[in-house]
């Protein structure tokens, strides 16, 4: 318990630094503003992004980085609220109460409560991460190559899983990311694979080409293509702060939200978009009058909120202990680490103690933040709300461009985040969703790694993945999950809980 509180010391004295501080509010107010405008989530933000941080120190760029990302989860409640469009894929059951309060004219105590249970699932979410973060990593060091090998392998079944539409779409999405990891030099033997002969593709393809292109260009065109309808409320927000009524009301989900929010979180392969879905139904089903849910229930904001919060910030403990990005926005922040020089993993706290305890600080520092952010600032937002999206995009284009240029002055690239934009905006017209492809691509190349190192060890020996018992059971978990997901009853219940 020292030792927990030494450290926290040291997170807080490197993220109360002023350069981070002002790193973690401009990434919780660019964040806040994502958010708020539905269509660019923060995927495509943080991709847009990476070229910015290569100029700061990596503390303050990965500060800034998950600042952007839970900074996004507490803007996409305000779109839901008050436009009855999420902001984020985790907003989406906020819209069916939060909306309501908001026609009833308590759209501010929608948005106060938002906030509110935000803040304490922020908060029990960051001292589970640094009560969690020093065991896992003694944990993680008993992992050899075979072990991480049979890891990753769960994590790409548990993303399979839980991607949204069909299993064989995601499969062959996580199959095609992972061969693009291969292109380039092989560090092994000096081969060129996969190249076509082309010169500017021996060093592999750019991690934030990319993922600029899958996700941001292509973000920018399917918003052209869709209809804009915004259905802002027109009537007062009225007092943000809830009343002791309110608040009694909502302690309980609150609890329960964070709770679940917080464990599913953990779960390899976007769990944290699970947990606001898996409160709402619970307070359903523990309602005294389940009735008064999609009508404007305060129980149907509170939990959902504090959960999607909970679990945006746990799913940093699989990367910052193991190594293993558990769903692609994490994957962004392992590819933002690499650029930095820094191996995720479970050396990254003993090697690098300032990143990791700066980071988890600095959490907590951007829950308060956000809170400031939001709530007075909501006005602004709302002003916001009404610009038309047209507008933005051509500026957010042009800052893609600029953005990939000054990576390596390759004008190639510039040309590749356009194609792989092009590609992008294919996929999701014929149902293909890009983020296995992104974990593909970052888990691919860490796979071969350790699959070639597990292989060198053992003289060849293929039985080296089944050696240890954490092996078998990693391999065996994956296994079974992935003859589950292809079971046709299976698969038509998981069809039926997504549609839900």
């Known amino acids: 318990m020292f030792d927990l509180f030494a450290n926290l010391g040291l997170g807080l004295s490197v993220a109360l630094s002023l350069q981070n501080i002002a790193l973690c509010f401009v990434g919780c107010l660019v964040g806040t503003l994502v958010g708020i405008l539905p269509g660019v989530g923060p995927i495509a933000t943080i991709s847009m992004l990476l070229p910015i941080t290569f100029g700061l120190d990596p503390v303050g760029a990965l500060i800034m980085l998950a600042g952007i990302y839970y900074g996004a989860q507490y803007g996409g409640s305000t779109t839901a609220i008050l436009v009855n469009i999420p902001g984020e894929a985790t907003a989406v059951v906020t819209t069916l109460d939060g909306h309501q309060m908001a026609r009833q004219g308590r759209a501010g105590v929608a948005l106060g409560i938002a906030a509110i249970g935000s803040f304490i699932a922020g908060t029990f979410a960051t001292l589970l991460i640094a009560a969690l973060g020093a065991p896992l990593t003694k944990l993680a060091l008993v992992f050899g190559p075979a072990e991480y090998f049979a890891l990753m392998l769960m994590g790409l079944v548990f993303a399979v899983v839980l991607a949204h539409g069909s299993i064989l779409k995601a499969i062959a999405m996580i199959l095609v990311g992972t061969l693009l990891s291969t292109v380039g030099t092989d560090l092994g033997t000096g081969q060129e694979r996969m190249t076509l002969g082309l010169e500017f593709l021996s060093d592999g393809i750019d991690f934030a080409v990319l993922a600029m292109g899958i996700f941001g260009i292509a973000e920018i065109l399917r918003n052209l293509d869709a209809v804009e309808n915004r259905d802002v409320v027109r009537g007062t927000i009225g007092r943000l702060l809830p009343s002791t009524a309110d608040m009694k009301q909502s302690a309980a989900p609150i609890a329960r939200g964070t709770l679940i929010g917080s464990i599913l979180g953990l779960l390899p392969?976007?769990?944290?978009?699970?947990?606001?879905?898996?409160?709402?139904?619970?307070?359903?089903?523990?309602a005294k009058d389940p009735s008064r849910f999609g009508k404007g229930a305060i129980e149907g904001v509170a939990g959902p909120e504090s959960a999607n919060n909970a679990g945006a910030q746990t799913s940093f403990i699989p990367l910052l202990t193991l190594g293993i990005p558990p769903n692609?926005?994490?994957?962004?922040?392992?590819?933002a680490m690499t650029i930095h020089g820094i191996i995720p993993g479970p050396l990254v706290m003993t090697r690098t103690p300032d990143l990791f305890w700066g980071m988890i600080a600095s959490m907590w520092i951007g829950n308060l933040l956000l809170l400031i952010i939001n709530l007075p600032m909501i006005g602004l937002w709302v002003r916001l709300l009404k610009v038309p999206y047209p507008i933005l995009f051509p500026a957010i284009l042009m800052f893609c461009c600029i953005g990939i240029f000054s990576i390596n002055a390759e004008p190639v690239q510039v040309l590749m985040i356009a194609i792989f934009g092009l590609i992008g905006y294919a996929l999701s017209k014929f149902g293909f969703e890009p983020a296995p492809l992104l974990l593909g691509f970052v888990l691919g190349d860490l796979m071969e790694e350790n699959f070639r190192r597990a292989l060198l060890m053992s003289r060849g020996d293929l039985t080296t993945f089944i050696a240890s018992p954490i092996s078998v059971g990693l391999l065996l978990l994956a296994l079974g999950m992935l003859v589950l997901a292809l079971l046709p009853s299976f698969r038509k219940s998981r069809e039926d809980v997504f549609v839900e």
Not at 328 to 335: D, I, K, P, T, Y
């Open 269 to 286: 392969g976007n769990g944290a978009v699970l947990g606001p879905f898996a409160t709402y139904s619970l307070e359903k089903k523990l």
């Open 328 to 335: 692609a926005v994490m994957a962004l922040m392992v590819g």
